[in-house]
């Protein structure tokens, strides 16, 4: 073992930066180095796996199961190319496949059928959910929808169905006054998403996130609905929210910005500072508030540079819009408007 590196002793990265900027790069020179010294300038963590290395020390190892699998399979007493008994035989699977899920309280989230063919490359299609769903009705119909567009070039000998992704199922309690017409709306639009997604492409449904960038007009990009995951960046602000920000506002950014920037005249008491009075659709604007300067400019690998002033103002009549001063070029724009 004294040829071997140090990184074998699966030590933190800190600790193998610190021995390599000591030049101790081989376990025999740590087995060369007093013992009792070594605490006291590396750590404990040394000392804890020259140990276990060397046998002086017993180390637990836990065991990793493998991840559990929801599957079932069916082979044909003869090969068929009826679309009808694919149906059935994929409706049968998923029952029982559906049954294994129920003890845990856990339904379908997204799902892989395998039609294996008489010499031919087997044929696979996938089926995905916004929530997990053990309504055997509604799996099937999606499964219609892609097995529809499938092109079976021979017959099926065997099929397959194995659930990728599970998730626990939903449960709601029931209002005494409900209105019936909006929980109908609201439990409508997940399957419209899913029977649009699986008919036309997951990748032709799509959805608006919110994108760390610098520059406003870039800070979103499209993902597929049923791509959707959950991202620890999602639940943080992207941009945080100033204790003076007038109260109507969700932030320090509107809800909806313009296409482009439009320019607009703008009246201010010195060059660089807050706007005081601005023209927008031929009304004259007096400013009575103004939260700012902030400033976004943007790299040199992303091309033309993008430096700008941002001020979120408050007119005298209530209104709120976000401007920003083109530093390069001394002209300002109205970027968006706070409802």
């Known amino acids: 073992m004294r040829s071997l590196p140090v990184e074998t002793l699966r030590l933190s990265p800190e600790t193998i930066a610190l021995l390599h900027a000591l030049d101790l790069c081989r376990i025999g020179q740590l087995l060369e180095l007093p013992r009792a010294e070594l605490p006291s300038r590396f750590g ?5 796996r020259l140990d276990q290395a060397l046998g002086h020390r017993p180390e637990l190892i836990s065991s990793e199961q493998p991840a559990e699998t929801f599957e079932a399979a069916w082979d044909l007493d003869y ?3 009826d679309r009808r008994v694919i149906d059935k035989v994929l409706e049968q699977l998923l029952r029982q496949v559906l049954e294994q899920l129920a003890p845990r309280g856990w ?3 997204r799902l892989l059928a395998t039609l294996c063919m008489t010499n031919k490359e087997p044929v696979c299609f996938q089926i995905g959910l916004l929530q997990a769903s053990a309504v055997a009705a509604h799996l099937s119909s999606l499964m219609r929808l892609q097995s529809e567009r499938l092109p ?3 017959e099926v000998v065997a099929i397959t169905l194995r659930v990728l992704q599970a998730g626990p199922l939903e449960f709601r309690q029931g209002h005494i006054f409900a209105d019936d017409a909006r929980e109908r709306q609201r439990e409508q639009f997940p399957a419209l998403v899913e029977r649009l997604s699986n008919r036309l492409g997951e990748k032709s449904v799509l959805r608006p996130r919110l994108w760390p960038d610098a520059q406003p ?4 990009r499209y993902e597929p609905w049923l791509e959707r995951k959950e991202r620890q960046g999602d639940k943080r602000r992207l941009v945080s929210s100033s204790p003076c920000l007038p109260v109507s506002s969700s932030g320090s950014r509107p809800p909806c910005l313009k296409t482009r920037p439009i320019a607009v005249q703008v009246v201010s008491v010195i060059p660089e500072g807050p706007p005081v009075r601005f023209q927008w659709k031929n009304t004259s604007h007096v400013v ?4 700012g300067p902030e ?3 943007t790299g040199w690998w992303r091309g033309r540079d993008v430096r700008r002033d941002y001020y979120l103002v408050e007119t005298t009549t209530g209104a709120q819009f976000w401007l920003f001063r083109a530093r390069e070029q001394q002209r300002w724009f109205v970027h968006g408007l706070f409802a």
């Open 44 to 48: 404990p963590e040394v000392i804890e």
């Open 79 to 81: 090969p068929s190319g």
């Open 107 to 109: 339904g379908v989230q």
């Open 152 to 154: 079976l070039a021979g």
């Open 217 to 220: 007009e870039f800070a979103w």
């Open 288 to 291: 009575a508030r103004w939260w």
């Open 295 to 297: 400033r976004i400019e």
